[in-house]
């Protein structure tokens, strides 16, 4: 079996400016190809999971997601030869959560899913298809969110952030993640605990 690291894209390894789908707003935060490399020579498959509900809100569309996922995968590998070694997005939103509906939004994705975050379904999607250990693997986001699709999948949280964003979330759950301020003290912490 394999030990993962689950990986959120927006607000994790690039700027989060909020349905991102343009190069020109594209930018890779600090440390997030060197800390990607570590993880890879350090036997880890790295494997992205990230929500697009901008698909399911017309704003852009899964070619626009792949352009930038693309573009991410090809800067790594230039800066330190990394490599994301598989990709799973939800393009879904839940009818709850369309507030004002445009004529782009796509009916057809406007679903209840169980690959949405904070939802675990596309993390055991990639443990099945990868034969990933889930129990000796890690998700890294900076969302409440990515904390819950890693405790409802079994794996370990690593928030990059601060606490506040956990606390809505219950005591053991909080006492579970682990809190780092940025994407090279999460790998740090990654290849210490092994
Ligand atoms: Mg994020
Ligand atoms: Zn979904």
Redesign the pocket.
């Known amino acids: 079996m394999t030990r993962a690291v689950f990986l959120?894209?927006?607000?994790?390894l690039i700027r989060?400016c909020g349905y991102l789908h343009k190069i020109c707003d594209f930018e890779l935060l600090a440390g997030v190809s060197n800390g990607i490399k570590r993880l890879n020579n350090a036997g880890f498959l790295v494997v992205l999971i990230t929500n697009q509900s901008g698909i399911a809100r017309g704003t852009f569309n899964e070619s626009d997601f792949w352009t930038i996922t693309n573009h991410l995968k090809a800067e790594i590998q230039r800066e330190s030869g990394a490599v994301i070694d598989a990709v799973y997005f939800c393009p879904h939103l839940p009818r709850s959560s369309l507030d004002s509906p445009n004529p782009h939004v796509r009916l057809e994705l406007i679903v209840d899913c169980n690959c949405r975050k904070p939802k675990s379904g596309m993390i055991l999607d990639a443990a099945k298809a990868l034969s990933i250990d889930l129990s000796n693997s890690f998700m890294v986001?900076?969302?409440k969110v990515?904390v819950m699709a890693a405790v409802n999948a079994g794996c370990k949280p690593i928030l990059i952030g601060d606490s506040k964003e956990l606390e809505s979330l219950s005591p053991s759950v909080s006492k579970a993640t682990l809190i780092v301020s940025d994407f090279a003290s999460a790998v740090d912490l990654i290849l210490k605990t092994q």
Do not use: A, E, H, L
């Open positions: 959120d894209r927006d607000g994790t989060d986001g900076d969302r990515d």
